[in-house]
């Protein structure tokens, strides 16, 4: 007995295009996940939906520059064979992502006003710079919540292969 259905032929096609050149879904996925990854700056949250550590001296506004900042705009995907590569495209991310320690420091002027400022002693010969601290908040990363996202895009690519044909 052979299966004669044009129909089923049509999806079982479908089906192997989409696992031999999956680039199409994989694509999707990588396109959802920077949106995902851009909403975490936003909410000021990892990927994992921890809360970011707040500002060390409770600075106004978002870290990071929300949604439309520098960060969140060199976020990037590409896909390698079967995988999407996500990353961030500045060393200002880098930094954010992994934390970092700024060592302290000397400022020196060039010329006698460049240190000038109301209240302090003059002639000023430098200022010092203490350590800063920057800790991690991390930009990129699969959580639960976008594994069950990639879960249901990959369902529903196999749904849309099969019922509209």
């Known amino acids: 007995m052979s299966l004669q259905s044009d129909s089923v032929k049509t999806a079982i096609a479908r089906l192997i295009t989409l696992t031999e050149n999956p680039q199409s879904l994989l694509s999707k996925i990588g396109f959802a996940l920077i949106q995902q990854h851009k909403n975490n700056i936003e909410a000021q949250q990892a990927p994992d939906k921890t809360p970011w550590k707040p500002k060390r001296r409770g600075g106004r506004g978002r870290l990071l520059g929300g949604r439309q900042g520098a960060i969140a705009s060199s976020l990037y995907y590409r896909i390698q064979g079967n995988t999407v590569v996500i990353g961030y495209g500045n060393l200002l991310s880098t930094i954010h992502h992994h934390g970092a320690t700024i060592p302290p420091r000397r400022i020196v002027p060039r010329s006698k006003q460049a240190l000038f ?49």
């Not at 200022?127 to 920057?134: F, K, N, R």
């Not at 990639?150 to 529903?156: A, D, G, K, L, Y």
């Open 117 to 165: 400022w109301a209240g302090a002693k003059h002639p000023a010969k430098g200022v010092d710079i203490p350590a800063v601290t920057i800790p991690a908040r991390p930009l990129i990363g699969v959580g639960d919540g976008d594994v069950r996202m990639i879960q249901e895009m990959v369902r529903n690519e196999y749904w849309r292969l099969f019922l509209f044909f």
